[in-house]
């Protein structure tokens, strides 16, 4: 079946700008994960939904960040003012149910390069 | 100091050698625990999940320390295919799940 896709692959924004990835899970996925990964580094938690409620958003690294699943399926993750700090892959995962245990799976990503 | 720690390596690694390598983890409240692949530029992919009493995975096994807050990955025989970062994970029953990534261990298989 289809995996997790992301759109667009790649984004370059100059600095200032707003942008806007997109999420579509696994159809059926309850929980939905959005993680930054800086290059040499490990993905970073930035946001967690399960179904429409966004339930954790402590890895937001700023009020610039903001998410959102309204209807509990794709989802949205916007960065308003951009600045060069905010390069990094954008990864979004899903997993079946609500649990730690759950399998995660990855999206491609999106390459966010700010000027 | 990071949740998640690991040797970034890189391990060079003859082919059909064996390599293992070590991830450590501060919460005590953690577990569950996976080893991800990442390939260069591509998503991170399971790999394998780690069980207590220790798995096996064809040519890979993972082990759980809970003692000393470690777990391991083994790799036998090593294919040049196997080259690729390995991505320790933890999730902790206080965290919805969320994952706390190592920064990756670089293993590099040679001819």
Same mark, same amino acid.
């Given at each position: 079946g289809a995996g997790v896709s992301q759109s667009p692959r790649y984004k370059v924004a100059k600095r200032g700008q707003d942008v806007a990835l997109r999420c579509d899970p696994?159809?059926?996925?309850v929980s939905l994960f959005w993680y930054q990964q800086a290059l040499g580094q490990g993905p970073e938690f930035l946001t967690y939904f399960q179904n429409e409620a966004q339930l954790d958003k402590s890895g937001l690294p700023s009020d610039r960040f903001f998410a959102e699943r309204p209807e509990g399926s794709v989802s949205t993750l916007k960065i308003q003012r951009?600045?060069?700090?905010?390069?990094a892959v954008y990864l979004c995962a899903s997993s079946?149910?609500?649990?730690?245990?759950d399998t995660q799976y990855f999206g491609p990503g999106t390459r966010l390069t700010v000027l | 100091r990071k949740e998640v720690e690991q040797d970034?390596?890189?391990?060079n690694v003859p082919e059909g050698a064996t390599v293992a390598f070590n991830c450590t983890y501060s919460? =005590?409240?953690?577990q569950s625990f996976f080893w991800y692949r990442q390939d260069c530029r591509k998503e991170p992919k399971l790999l394998m999940s780690v069980y207590s009493s220790g798995n096996e995975d064809g040519r890979f096994t993972a082990q759980l320390n809970r003692a000393s807050q470690y777990i391991s990955l083994l790799i036998r025989?090593?294919?040049? =295919?196997?080259s690729a970062t390995y991505l320790c994970v933890v999730a902790s029953t206080d965290s919805w799940g969320k994952f706390q990534f190592g920064a990756g261990t670089q293993v590099v298989v040679t001819p």
């Open positions: 696994i159809s059926g996925h951009t600045q060069q700090e905010d390069s079946l149910g609500r649990v730690y245990t | 970034p390596g890189p391990f919460n =005590s409240a953690s025989d090593s294919k040049l =295919s196997d």
